[in-house]
């Protein structure tokens, strides 16, 4: 069953919550597109911002 069904399958009355874990979407898009990147700790970032880290690199200390 996927989640759209289950929402669908809901009534008024009640409340959904839905909550996506998009921590690493950026790196995972990057390295869709680089896959050299693929196990390297590694950051993507926008406007000096980190906007989303690897698993890999979470912990680390990044300069950007």
Same mark, same amino acid.
């Given at each position: 069953?996927?989640? *759209?069904? %289950?929402? !669908? +399958? =809901?009534?008024?009355?009640? !409340? %959904?919550i839905?909550? @996506?874990?998009?921590?690493? @979407? @950026?790196?995972?898009?990057e390295?869709?597109?680089?896959p050299? *990147?693929? +196990? $390297?700790?590694? %950051?993507?970032?926008?406007? $000096?911002? =980190?906007?989303?880290?690897?698993?890999? +690199?979470? +912990? *680390? =200390?990044? *300069?950007?």
């Amino acid at each position: 069953e996927t989640t *759209l069904e %289950v929402v !669908q +399958g =809901i009534d008024d009355a009640e !409340q %959904v919550i839905v909550h @996506f874990d998009l921590d690493c @979407f @950026f790196v995972q898009v990057e390295r869709k597109r680089y896959p050299r *990147l693929m +196990g $390297k700790p590694m %950051v993507v970032h926008q406007h $000096k911002d =980190i906007i989303s880290a690897s698993y890999e +690199g979470k +912990g *680390l =200390i990044f *300069l950007i």
